[in-house]
C-alpha cells in the first residue's frame, strides 16, 4: 500500500513538473511573439511617419521615396499575415529597408539622414560604394557611386544578385531589379555586377583596395 501511494506522490509531482514546464514554455512564446510584434510595429509605424512628411522633385529623391513607400505596404501585407515571431522579424526587416531608402531619400534633399538604424541582414558583408564607377556591358553604360546625383537616380540598400555581393549606393538603374525583365537575364546581371566591382574586369584607376575578394568582409568599402 505504501509503494503504491509513493507511487502514485512520484506520478503526481511528475505530472505537476511536465504541466509547470509547458505554462513556462507557452508564456515564453507568448512574450516572444509579443517582443517580436511591437519590434516591428514600432520600425513600421516610423517608417509611415517618414512618409509622410518628406517629398522633393529631384529623381533620386523621388525613387528613393517611391522604394520606401513599396517597403511600406509589404510590411504592412507581411504584419497582417504574421502569426509567429519569425514571420514579424521579415515584416520588420522589410520596415528597416524601407527606412534604409528614407535616410537615401534625405541624403538627397541635402537635409540630416536622421538617425542610424538597425543593419538590414541582407546587406551584412557586402559592404558601401566609395568611389563613382562606369562601365559599359553589352553596349549600355552603367554608372555607380556613393552619392545621389542624376546619373545615379536609384538607391540600393546593399544585398546580393544571385548570390554576389551588391554593395550599398547609387546606381545609374536598378539592374538587380530590372535584369530579367529588360530580357538581359541571369548573364546578363551577373556581367554588370562583374563589371562594376570585380577587380579582374574594373578599369584601372578605379581605386579597389588590394586583397579585395569577393564575400569581403562586413563593413568593407567598395571603392
Known sequence: MELVLCLAIVLVGALGAAALIRAQGTARRRTELGDARAEAHRWYERLGGQLLT??????????????????????????????????????????????????????????????????????????????????????????????????????????????RPVPAGWYSTPWWKTALGAGAGVLGGMLIADALFSPAFADPGYGYDEGYQEGFGDGADYA
Do not use: M, W
Request: proline share 8%; hydrophobic share 35%; net charge neutral.
Open 54 to 163: 518628406l517629398q522633393g522633385d529631384e529623381p533620386a529623391v523621388r525613387q528613393a521615396l517611391a522604394d520606401a513607400g513599396e517597403r511600406y505596404n509589404a510590411a504592412g501585407s507581411q504584419l497582417e499575415q504574421a502569426r509567429t515571431p519569425h514571420q514579424f522579424a521579415l515584416a520588420r526587416e522589410t520596415a528597416l529597408e524601407g527606412l534604409a531608402y528614407i535616410r537615401a531619400a534625405r541624403t538627397a534633399l541635402g537635409i540630416d539622414p536622421g538617425p542610424e538604424v538597425p543593419a538590414l541582414a541582407a546587406a551584412r558583408g557586402v559592404g558601401q560604394l566609395t568611389k563613382e564607377r562606369e562601365v559599359d556591358v553589352q553596349g549600355q553604360t552603367f554608372r555607380a557611386g556613393p552619392q545621389p546625383g542624376r546619373q545615379t537616380p536609384y538607391y540600393y540598400p546593399g544585398g546580393r544578385y544571385q548570390g
